[in-house]
């Protein structure tokens, strides 16, 4: 029987190091894991819905495991330069629908990719990236920054200037 999304994220998650969970995603691949972690990594993928969780009624988790699978490719009325929606209204309710549709726990997957965040806890940007490096650019790395310390040269120059005398003001 095939593993829902969900299922391989949280056996994903516990497999220790990043090289041990992007092994794991490598084996267990399909196209919705590698769709869900492209839409949730990639930087060229833009979702064209708000940011949040918006209302929706939870499904009954036992009808719909792996229902993920499937609906997986809708996705793309959701993404800019995707398929078009007649209005943003019609496609926030048709996310809502999906939503509605699948395991809980794929509803809350979905939700943390199109708000760019992991998509379950300990599947990083990172994991995605040694698992499908074709699919998923690496994690930028914020620049190192020095932390602060005077330039002894300029301390010495700002302390030599002569600093010109007050004016006074005209008192009327």
Do not use: C, Y
């Not at 549709?101 to 965040?117: C, E, Q, R, T």
């Not at 074709?134 to 002569?162: G, N, Y």
Request: glycine share 4%.
């Amino acid at each position: 029987m095939i593993k829902g999304v969900f299922e391989v994220f949280k056996l994903a998650s516990s497999q220790g190091s990043d090289e041990n969970k992007a092994a794991f995603l490598k084996q267990n691949e399909s196209f919705a894991i590698r769709t869900v972690l492209q839409g949730a990594f990639h930087p060229g993928i833009k979702f064209l819905l708000p940011e949040g969780e918006p209302p929706f009624q939870v499904n009954d988790p036992v009808s719909v495991e792996t229902r993920l699978h499937s609906l997986v490719k809708k996705l793309d009325m959701f993404i800019e330069g995707g398929r078009p929606i007649a209005s943003q209204s019609k496609r926030e309710m048709l996310f809502i629908e999906m939503l509605e549709s699948v395991h809980p726990d794929d509803a809350k997957i979905l939700l943390n990719m199109k708000d760019k965040k992991d998509p379950w806890p300990g599947i990083t940007h990172n994991v995605a990236h040694l698992a499908f490096p074709e699919l998923i650019p690496a994690p930028e790395v914020p620049p190192q920054q020095e932390p602060f310390r005077e330039i002894p040269e300029l301390v010495e120059e700002a302390s030599t200037e002569k600093k010109k005398p007050a004016r006074k003001k005209k008192v009327v």
